[in-house]
């Protein structure tokens, strides 16, 4: 591009939401087709033109972005027909973010059903960077925090939410665990093993840890998520967090809140931990974050710094 600061996702997602703005159409749910059609009269795709989302005709992907092999200004999203509406809406966003931030890398973008929404750590870069791009496109965080400060977090208000902007539940609470100041975990769960634990900042920096089981993880004896009786908790269930954590105190406790997909098979359990102070054995109050996250990642590795 120019010679401005390299784009990063949540700058160029904050960049469409302002020019959307100044159009008067930043409105919930953010409209795609606008952002579409707007792309190429701005500075982040002039001289292209992309054209309208079509059906994926080849298997194994969830969407795709494609550049004209006949005509290189021109560029092409496809997406899976099968998936749900707020899915597909989370897909186009995400090529839209292969084309803002990528396409002058790669003339393809395949994009699984995996990188679409999950995999947090063995998601390629560029991946998450489309993800993050889609979610804040689609999540603007102002409009979220002014709906969710001071609110109890649960699963009705999240589940309104999701209708609100047009993204999935799962969505939602992905950005509720990026976004929120308090120590939070969203576990997913499939066909009873874990598929992915994310943990929100505050909760990696007070080192929360789940209580392993076996490999591949299943839910923990005692836990909303063993107990197959139970498919809805959306108010949650208040717990100590040692039913969840090795990393707690005995005296915190947790609010487990679940949820069972019309499936029967995929579960979503998402848990809000009391605050507690940071277990760190070094605070003497001059280190900042970054130095405490720099040595945290290292004792982590299981290596010492070498001082
Ligand atoms: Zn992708």
């Not at 949540?10 to 020019?19: G, P, Q, S």
């Not at 109890?152 to 609100?164: P, Q, V, Y």
């Not at 809140?257 to 102070?277: C, F, I, Q, W």
């Amino acid at each position: 591009m120019s010679d401005a600061a390299p784009l990063n996702s949540f700058k160029a997602a904050a960049k469409i939401l302002t020019w959307l703005d100044a159009m008067g159409s930043l409105t919930l749910p953010i409209d795609l087709e606008l952002v579409r059609q707007m792309l190429p009269d701005t500075p982040f795709g002039r001289g292209t033109s992309i054209k309208e989302p079509a059906n994926l005709t080849w298997n194994a992907s969830e969407g795709a972005l494609v550049r004209n092999p006949e005509n290189h200004a021109e560029w092409g999203i496809f997406v899976n027909p099968k998936a749900r509406a707020e899915r597909r809406r989370f897909t186009v966003a995400h090529e839209l973010g292969h084309f803002v931030l990528h396409r002058a890398t790669q003339a393809t973008f395949n994009c699984d059903k995996e990188s679409v929404y999950t995999g947090i750590d063995t998601l390629k870069a560029i991946e998450r960077e489309a993800d993050d791009f889609a979610s804040n496109l689609l999540m603007p965080g102002n409009m979220l925090r002014d709906r969710i400060d001071g609110k109890r977090i649960d699963i009705h208000l999240l589940g309104a939410l999701a209708k609100e902007f047009g993204v999935s539940l799962e969505a939602m609470c992905i950005r509720l665990v990026k976004y929120t100041e308090q120590r939070v975990v969203l576990v997913y769960w499939d066909n009873g093993f874990l598929k992915y634990q994310w943990p929100s900042g505050e909760a990696r920096r007070t080192r929360v840890r789940l209580r392993k089981t076996a490999d591949p993880q299943e839910p923990l004896l005692g836990t909303l998520a063993a107990d197959e009786e139970i498919a809805q908790e959306w108010d949650g269930v208040d717990m100590p967090a040692i039913a969840w954590c090795t990393s707690e105190a005995s005296d915190i406790r947790l609010r487990e809140l679940k949820h069972t997909y019309a499936d029967g098979n995929r579960v979503l359990s998402l848990l809000m931990l009391e605050s507690a102070p940071p277990r760190t054995y070094h605070a003497s109050g001059w280190e900042d974050e970054e130095t405490r996250d720099t040595f945290d990642r290292f004792i982590d590795n299981g290596q010492f710094p070498v001082r």
